[in-house]
């Protein structure tokens, strides 16, 4: 396995909560077996493990790692999942306590990846590398730092933290965590008045998540990218990557949209619906798109609010099933409805005709993000 060691200058540095396991007790070597033969096909293994895999996972054997790496804190344990592949979009990180406890789910992550514990006094962190290209020969790294808890765990902070453009490389490295703020500095910039410069990411309560009013070196890279002209002769991920990607956690979902993506708090749903219900409601106007998820109260199921047949698959305890893609108007939409022990959801999607051709591949990605918490 491939470790990124993470400097540090001034310090020596989709939300899931923990679901009940009979306080069955795990090791590393165990959880592997248990996702090694849940990836070949065994029902038993990916019901143990609450939803980590989706039916594309399923038959899938073929990943370029699986790696798993543990905190022990006297009695308690903490295992970080890597899940690679060479396709993306099934890439997995997750985090599970020694009595198996979904802690947090992550289907966001590209490229080749590597993670590292990070323990600063009574705080958990866990640091995942990702590292990928732009236009072909742009090489790009981003840091995402998730916070582990007693009970749960939740991405904190992402940036990206290296930039390779002609052999000359750029970064951004983290000098100090604190519970207000995370501290980086600049190294390597083309452009001297940000050079060695520090950025600062304050905690925000309402997202809980640490940010920067300026995102100085996100924004120096998506310049750089951008003024950067090449031919494409190999498959890449979009130079828009930095926008996309943010994992959302509201209520016991995951969803991953770019800050493109603008929140309708709550939204009543009664024009799609046989009957109608209330929920968060995320637009893109530039694409003429729209996601709606909505809860389904206990003891009721999607076929009774969606107006076409809702078909699936089984994986374990986690249930996927969509209705066809039907026509409204001069809009597409589409109903998924997923399930999982007593938690169940309706995800909507709706998007102009003229715009959901050019625009599938993303759809897909996003649709595909989405999961709720066991």
């Given amino acids: 396995m491939r470790k990124i060691f993470f400097t540090f200058i001034t310090l020596s540095v989709l939300v899931f909560s923990g679901c009940s396991s009979d306080n069955e007790q795990i090791n590393q070597s165990e959880l592997r077996k248990l996702i090694i033969e849940a990836t070949a096909g065994d029902t038993d293994a990916n019901e143990?493990?609450?939803?980590?895999?989706?039916?594309?996972?399923?038959g899938k054997s073929d990943y370029n790692q699986l790696y798993i790496d543990s905190l022990n804190i006297g009695d308690s344990h903490y295992f970080s999942v890597l899940l690679e592949y060479?396709?993306?979009?099934?890439?997995l990180f997750a985090i599970y306590d020694n009595n198996l406890n979904f802690l947090l789910?992550?289907?966001?992550?590209?490229?080749?990846?590597?993670?590292?514990?990070?323990?600063?006094?009574?705080r958990k962190f866990v640091f995942v590398q990702e590292r990928f290209l732009t236009k072909d020969v742009l090489s790009l790294d981003r840091l995402s730092i998730y916070e582990v808890y007693d009970e749960s765990a939740s991405l904190v902070f992402r940036s990206l933290s290296r930039f390779v453009k002609d052999n000359e490389t750029c970064s951004q490295t983290v000098e100090l965590i604190a519970k207000d703020?995370?501290?980086t500095k600049m190294q390597g910039l083309k452009d001297a008045s940000l050079n060695e410069q520090n950025d600062i990411f304050y905690f925000?309560?309402?997202?809980?998540?640490?940010?920067?009013?300026?995102?100085?070196?996100?924004?120096?890279v998506k310049q750089q990218i951008k003024e950067f002209s090449w031919i494409t002769t190999k498959p890449q991920i979009p130079a828009d990557f930095v926008e996309i990607g943010s994992n959302l956690t509201e209520k016991g979902f995951q969803i991953s949209l770019g800050t493109d993506w603008k929140e309708i708090p709550v939204f009543i749903e009664d024009r799609l619906l046989r009957k109608s219900l209330s929920g968060p409601k995320y637009i893109n106007k530039t694409l003429g798109a729209g996601f709606t998820i909505l809860e389904i109260p206990k003891g009721h199921n999607g076929q009774e609010y969606s107006p076409y047949d809702l078909v699936g698959a089984v994986t374990g305890r986690y249930i996927?099933?969509?209705?066809?893609?039907?026509?409204?108007?001069?809009?597409y939409f589409q109903i998924f409805e997923h399930n999982c022990g007593e938690k169940n959801y309706l995800l909507l999607f709706e998007c102009t005709k003229s715009n959901y051709s050019q625009n599938k591949k993303l759809f897909d990605e996003i649709i595909n993000s989405f999961t709720i918490n066991c």
């Fill in 48 to 58: 143990k493990l609450k939803g980590l895999l989706s039916v594309k996972h399923i």
């Fill in 204 to 220: 925000d309560a309402n997202t809980k998540k640490y940010l920067s009013k300026w995102n100085l070196f996100n924004n120096y």
């Fill in 86 to 91: 060479f396709d993306p979009t099934l890439n």
């Fill in 105 to 122: 789910l992550d289907k966001s992550l590209n490229g080749y990846l590597s993670s590292e514990w990070i323990k600063m006094g009574d």
């Fill in 181 to 183: 703020k995370i501290k």
């Fill in 320 to 331: 996927i099933k969509a209705t066809s893609v039907y026509e409204v108007g001069k809009n």
